[in-house]
């Protein structure tokens, strides 16, 4: 297996890892933030450690990166500091 292979093989396997953890924590929540469909979560709610060896071994990237489309009046970097989350865990900023 090449080292492109590996990484992704290596980067599917985390994110799937993530993406069923989520789904049986708060699917609504993972719908939201893995972008997935009933079905879907059905699906990730039931996966195995090998099965998801096998769909992370498949060579192709299982994340999807959106496009993140900032309004033309706000800056990217405004808008990027927008999309981080505000609590702050009892720290003052």
């Given at each position: 297996?090449?080292?492109?292979?590996?990484?992704?093989?290596?980067?599917?396997?985390?994110?799937?890892?993530?993406?069923?953890?989520?789904?049986?924590?708060?699917?609504?929540?993972?719908?939201?933030?893995?972008?997935l469909?009933?079905?879907?979560?059905?699906?990730?709610?039931?996966?195995?450690?090998?099965?998801?060896?096998?769909?992370?071994?498949?060579?192709?990237?299982?994340?999807?990166?959106?496009?993140?489309?900032?309004?033309?009046?706000?800056?990217?970097?405004?808008?990027?500091?927008?999309?981080?989350p505000?609590?702050?865990?009892?720290?003052?900023?």
């Open positions: 297996m090449s080292t492109l292979e590996e990484d992704l093989s290596r980067l599917n396997f985390e994110y799937l890892m993530l993406a069923r953890e989520a789904v049986r924590s708060n699917a609504l929540e993972a719908a939201w933030r893995f972008g469909n009933q079905k879907q979560l059905s699906i990730m709610e039931t996966l195995t450690l090998e099965k998801i060896r096998e769909l992370a071994s498949n060579s192709r990237a299982m994340i999807r990166l959106l496009p993140l489309k900032t309004p033309q009046h706000i800056a990217l970097s405004l808008h990027s500091a927008l999309l981080l505000t609590h702050n865990n009892g720290e003052d900023a």
